[in-house]
C-alpha cells in the first residue's frame, strides 16, 4: 500500500448508527486531516493532527469523533448523524502541519450517505 | 471574513488553452496552491506558488499576483483527461489551507 488509504469507500447509514471511517498514510508524515467535501462547496476542515496531538477542531458537532492512535493511522467516529451529513469524507497527511510550503496528499474520500 | 473565488464551470476544447482564475482575501498569506480533483478520486498536487510570478510545469503553468490577491491557472495543449475539477487554496497566517469551491473544467472533443 502507498499513499493515503482510506475504508469503506462508500457507507450508508441510518440516523441512528454508529459507523467509524479509517484512513492510513504510508508517507510517514505527523500530520493528518479530515475534511468534509460537500457538492459545489469549499472543502471544510474538520479536524488537525500533529504528532498525533489534535491542533485544530473547526467548530465540527460532536456527532463526529477523531482518534489518533499513532501519526499513520487516524479513525473518525461517527453517531447519531443527520441527513445533511451526508458527504465526502476525505483524510490527507502533511509532513507537519506548520510551516509554508505544506503539501497535503489525499486518499480517495468514503462517500457517506446518511439515511 | 476569509474568501476565495473561482468560477464554477468552464469548457474548453481539446488542444486548446485554458485559464482559471482564482482571487482570494484571506487573514495573511502563505502561498497558493492548486490542486486538481477527477470525479470520484482523490485531490491531486498541482502547483504551489509563493512569490509573484509564473511556475511552469510541463503543460501546466500557475501565476502569483500578491498585491491583487489574484491567481491563474493555465492549461496548454488540453487533453480529455484533463476534464476534471480545479481546486484553489490559499494558506493563512495560522498555515492553515482556506479552499476555493472548485473549477470543473469540461474538455469538448
Known amino acids: 500500500e502507498t499513499g493515503v488509504t482510506q475504508t469503506p469507500r462508500h457507507l450508508v447509514m441510518g440516523m441512528t448508527n454508529k459507523k467509524s471511517l479509517k484512513c492510513e498514510q504510508h508517507?510517514?508524515?505527523?500530520?493528518m486531516y479530515w475534511y468534509k467535501q460537500s457538492a459545489k462547496k469549499p472543502l471544510e476542515l474538520m479536524f488537525v493532527?500533529?504528532?498525533?496531538?489534535?491542533?485544530e477542531n473547526n467548530s465540527v458537532p460532536s456527532r463526529f469523533s477523531p482518534e489518533c492512535p499513532n501519526s499513520s493511522h487516524l479513525f473518525l467516529h461517527l453517531h447519531t448523524l443527520q441527513p445533511e451529513d451526508s458527504a465526502l469524507y476525505l483524510c490527507?497527511?502533511?509532513?507537519?502541519?506548520?510551516?509554508?510550503?505544506?503539501?497535503?496528499?489525499f486518499g480517495p474520500g468514503t462517500r457517506l450517505t446518511v439515511l | 471574513g476569509q474568501n476565495i473565488d473561482q468560477p464554477t464551470e468552464m469548457t474548453a476544447t481539446e488542444g486548446a488553452i485554458v485559464q482559471i482564475n482564482c482571487t482570494y482575501q484571506?487573514?495573511?498569506?502563505?502561498?497558493l496552491f492548486w490542486y486538481q480533483q477527477h470525479a470520484g478520486e482523490a485531490p491531486t498536487f498541482l502547483s504551489y506558488?509563493?512569490l509573484d510570478g509564473l511556475e511552469e510545469k510541463g503543460r501546466f503553468s500557475s501565476f502569483l499576483s500578491r498585491s491583487k490577491g489574484y491567481s491563474y491557472l493555465l492549461l496548454k495543449e488540453l487533453q480529455m483527461k484533463d476534464s476534471a475539477s480545479y481546486l484553489c487554496?490559499?494558506?493563512?497566517?495560522?498555515?492553515?489551507?482556506?479552499w476555493g469551491a472548485g473549477t470543473k473544467l469540461i474538455i469538448k472533443p
Open positions: 487554496a490559499v494558506m493563512d497566517s495560522n498555515y492553515q489551507l482556506i
Open positions: 506558488n509563493v
Open positions: 484571506t487573514s495573511g498569506f502563505n502561498g
Open positions: 493532527y500533529n504528532f498525533k496531538e489534535q491542533t
Open positions: 508517507l510517514g508524515h505527523n500530520a
Open positions: 490527507a497527511s502533511s509532513q507537519d502541519s506548520g510551516g509554508a510550503y505544506n503539501e497535503q496528499f
